[in-house]
């Protein structure tokens, strides 16, 4: 795979992205989210994103803490090593080309989503504290992922700059197909303007109103369990698992596709391959 093919790939991705069309309903969802949310009071608007953004730092802070995230870290240093062996930092693996880095990251990838199609299945099980911690547990795993591949890319997550990046990668990758075009152009963007590589200077907000349609899929996803976790084969609810499994697999799929893209081109960039 050579670099203009990994270019073609993010390019035709894009353009797929650009061209999605909302159905009716998607539409109507919009609307309904927008109306919804105009009749609450700003400032009790405020303090609900506010306390989510934080949420979010939080979980950065744990992640970045655990001896789960140190071995993931240890891990990429190890297989960038097999590629060149004086890499002994995370910024080191910017030395190597987009094709090895994006072997690498595709191990990490392929272990996040398999983790997240456990971790639905198990959901699946129609279980109340499963069912009631699933959505918190797929942020930490998909932000996880996220962080990750940026990792494999060689950004330091602890620095300011790339934790706000990631956050901002994982928001984005997290909305509906039809917003995904203008957050990619957001991002990249603001990644072209960038002159303190260290220091974050841009807007701080994560989260907003159009952040909602996944949990709202993933409360739906719940009544779905909920309805037929009692269809039993062999003792097992396999309808209420393939659906936990199912839709968890595919949320951290489109997530790490969209990651994955970006740092690809985020790393073409700094090479002036773009």
């Known amino acids: 795979m050579t670099k203009q093919r990994v270019l073609k790939g993010i390019e035709t991705w894009r353009e797929h992205q650009s061209s999605y069309q909302a159905n009716d309903f998607e539409m109507m969802y919009d609307d309904w989210i927008r109306e919804s949310f105009s009749r609450i009071n700003p400032d009790i608007k405020q303090k609900f994103f506010s306390k989510l953004d934080g949420w979010l730092f939080h979980t950065h802070a744990f992640l970045q803490g655990s001896a789960f995230q140190n071995d993931a870290r240890e891990r990429i240093l190890t297989v960038g090593r097999i590629f060149q062996s004086d890499i002994t930092h995370i910024e080191d693996m910017k030395q190597l080309d987009v094709n090895k880095l994006t072997y690498i990251a595709d191990q990490q990838v392929a272990r996040g989503r398999l983790y997240s199609f456990a971790q639905g299945g198990l959901t699946g099980t129609g279980g109340w504290l499963l069912l009631g911690i699933d959505f918190p547990l ?46 990619w152009d957001q991002l990249i963007e603001e990644v072209k303007l960038t002159q303190h590589p260290y220091v974050y200077e841009g807007d701080d907000k ?28 062999q003792g097992i609810p396999l309808i209420s698992v393939a659906v936990g499994a199912y839709s968890n697999y595919q949320l951290t799929k489109q997530m790490t596709e969209f990651a994955m893209k ?13």
């Open 206 to 233: 994560l989260t907003d109103e159009t952040w909602f349609e996944q949990p709202m899929k993933q409360a739906f996803k719940s009544l779905f369990i909920l309805m037929f976790k009692r269809k039993l084969t």
């Open 262 to 274: 970006f740092y690809q081109y985020r790393h073409l960039l700094s090479e002036k391959e773009v």
């Open 138 to 183: 797929m942020t930490i795993l998909n932000l996880r992922a996220v962080q990750l591949i940026g990792l494999t890319f060689g950004h330091e997550m602890n620095h300011p700059y790339e934790m706000m990046i990631s956050f901002k990668v994982f928001h984005a990758s997290m909305l509906p197909k039809r917003l995904q075009a203008a957050a």
